[in-house]
């Protein structure tokens, strides 16, 4: 890579000297690009001062949150830097119902809302919900009204906005994916935010001017925004923001683009992997990150085969903990050419800045013992909005109580096993899911696999797996139940197998066993 321009991130106490510091660095280098338009650095910063201005000039204030109902787009991003004055961005999940939009408005209570006119059903269906609602701005290229997003942007347009937020302000309330139960505000702190951003651009990925990224993961969920497009930005990159992925955009975008860098979940990377002209579209391709579920081994060995040229960064993390460790290229190319090191690719690598990790263990009796993982760092939520109960319950004397369960081994990687709150109990023996789960995806005609847990009068609970099939294969499930118990002892084995077409599944690609449990649970 040839640019060695970077910020300093030493002088970086928030999120706005990030966005100070890339403009004034990188300055009309194109920043992001999306369907519509490009915008420079400088310009990103001066949009989102003018916005700021023009929203304080309407009586918002430091503290107050802004929602955001959009699409991948430049716009979503600009809104996300509101930050900088003070004010905290709060991206909705595009994909939730009207009535479920509702519920998060009602929780957060923004003093504005930013929507695509695609979502204006939404909105008319939150106004009637309110009586005294938030100030609505609709994002739409060809609407400059005084109601507008680029109204705003005219309005506020060369004016510093008052707002100099510290390290332990929030930069950001994001919603968790409710996979556990109701969707949580997460508040982020300034801090953290640069510290994240920090630790993926320069530590794990090393991301540098001439990168070129896609971002096609959305841009509400704190993958997209703090483990990959801000750090992104904040390294120089040009960013290709797509509304949302699609397997055939990326790899045409890929080619038209010229991209470097994309960070997918392992459903997406799935999904990219049948197109015929991946090999072709991905010649700059240097950089695959996966994040957001576990990988199946057999899915990263087929990938790494089909992209030689390519080389593979796994970050794991959550809304509440950011960005925890980092499987690093150096550590997957290490695992491919040494078999000793072959068992790193079922890891999630190591931590990463001033992350700590401790192992809570249900049984510390093995060298590495199994049990929920524990983190300390600067990264940390400050808390869930107005929920302090669930906030002490998650933090516990400064610990993140992640609800993952793991080990760490002699060389200091991290191994997830599963969620804690997944795991399956069965005649007295712990099972998680993702062990079996990746036993019957190794069955030469499935695709995918999900295994839950559902009552038993003798067992307590009986495993019961799901599948889809490629496209094109045959199997039966009292033949893929037998494959399985080759491979798995015996509690470990489903005892009944469901064939379905797909699997549900959240906004980022997290299958959803709650969901299957409750639909499947009185047929089997």
């Known amino acids: 890579m040839g640019s060695t321009q970077a910020i300093n991130w030493d002088e970086a106490k928030d999120f706005g000297d990030v966005i100070t510091m890339a403009a004034e660095v990188f300055g009309e280098k194109i920043a992001f690009r999306d369907r519509h338009r490009d915008i420079s650095f400088s310009e990103f910063r001066a949009e989102a001062n003018a916005i700021a201005a023009a929203l304080i000039e309407q009586g918002l204030v430091a503290g107050d949150r802004v929602a955001i109902l959009a699409l991948g787009r430049i716009e979503s991003a600009v809104l996300l830097a509101l930050c900088t004055a003070?004010?905290?961005?709060?991206?909705?999940?595009?994909?939730?119902?009207?009535?479920?939009?509702?519920?998060?408005?009602?929780?957060?209570?923004?003093?504005?809302?930013?929507?695509?006119?695609?979502?204006?059903?939404?909105?008319?269906a939150i106004e009637e919900e309110f009586v005294d609602g938030p100030r609505m701005f609709v994002i739409d290229p060809h609407d400059a009204s005084p109601g507008s997003y680029a109204g705003l942007v005219n309005l506020g347009a060369g004016v510093a906005p008052a707002g100099d937020p510290s390290g332990d302000d929030p930069c950001c309330l994001l919603y968790t994916s409710g996979t556990t139960g109701a969707p949580k505000g997460v508040l982020l702190p300034h801090a953290g935010a640069v510290a994240n951003c920090r630790d993926i651009a320069r530590a794990a990925f090393d991301f540098t001017p001439d990168d070129v990224t896609l971002m096609a993961m959305p841009l509400f969920h704190v993958g997209g925004i703090w483990y990959y497009m801000f750090p992104s930005f904040a390294s120089g990159c040009t960013t290709i923001i797509r509304e949302r992925f699609d397997p055939d955009d990326v790899v045409a975008s890929m080619a038209a683009e010229g991209v470097t860098n994309i960070h997918i979940v392992p459903t997406m990377l799935g999904d990219i992997l049948t197109r015929p002209m991946l090999a072709e579209a991905a010649a700059k391709l240097r950089l695959i990150v996966y994040a957001g579920s576990s990988m199946p081994s057999d899915l990263l060995h087929r990938a790494m085969q089909a992209l030689p040229a390519c080389e593979f960064a796994q970050a794991y993390?959550?809304?509440?903990?950011?960005?925890?460790?980092?499987?690093?290229?150096?550590?997957?190319?290490?695992?491919?050419?040494?078999?000793?090191?072959?068992?790193?690719?079922?890891?999630?690598?190591?931590?990463?800045?001033?992350?700590?990790?401790?192992?809570?263990?249900?049984?510390?009796?093995?060298?590495?013992?199994?049990?929920?993982?524990?983190?300390?760092?600067?990264?940390?939520?400050?808390?869930?909005?107005?929920?302090?109960?669930a906030t002490a319950e998650?933090?516990?004397?400064?610990?993140?109580?992640?609800?993952?369960?793991?080990?760490?081994?002699?060389?200091?990687?991290?191994?997830?096993?599963?969620?804690?709150?997944?795991?399956?109990?069965?005649?007295g023996e712990n099972v998680f899911p993702f062990e079996v789960e990746e036993v019957l995806c190794s069955h030469p005609a499935v695709a995918e696999a999900a295994v839950f847990g559902v009552a038993d009068p003798r067992w307590v609970e009986r495993l019961v797996g799901a599948v889809v099939l490629h496209s094109a294969q045959v199997a039966e499930p009292a033949e893929i139940i037998a494959f399985a118990r080759q491979r798995l002892a015996g509690y470990k084995t489903p005892k009944s197998l469901l064939i379905l077409p797909s699997l549900p599944r959240n906004a980022v690609g997290k299958i959803l066993r709650k969901e299957l449990r409750l639909e499947y649970a009185d047929l089997i």
Not at 399 to 404: E, M, S, V
């Open 86 to 124: 003070g004010l905290i961005p709060v991206p909705l999940n595009s994909r939730l119902s009207s009535a479920e939009l509702a519920r998060l408005v009602q929780d957060c209570k923004p003093r504005a809302l930013f929507y695509e006119s695609a979502f204006q059903e939404s909105i008319a």
């Open 317 to 389: 993390g959550s809304t509440e903990g950011g960005t925890i460790t980092a499987l690093s290229p150096s550590d997957h190319r290490k695992a491919v050419m040494d078999p000793v090191w072959a068992h790193l690719l079922r890891s999630c690598g190591r931590p990463i800045g001033d992350v700590e990790i401790r192992i809570e263990p249900e049984d510390d009796r093995s060298s590495e013992p199994l049990g929920e993982i524990l983190i300390h760092s600067s990264k940390l939520m400050t808390g869930y909005w107005q929920r302090p109960e």
């Open 394 to 427: 998650k933090l516990i004397d400064g610990w993140l109580q992640t609800g993952d369960v793991g080990h760490i081994d002699k060389h200091g990687y991290l191994y997830i096993v599963d969620r804690k709150n997944d795991m399956i109990i069965s005649g």
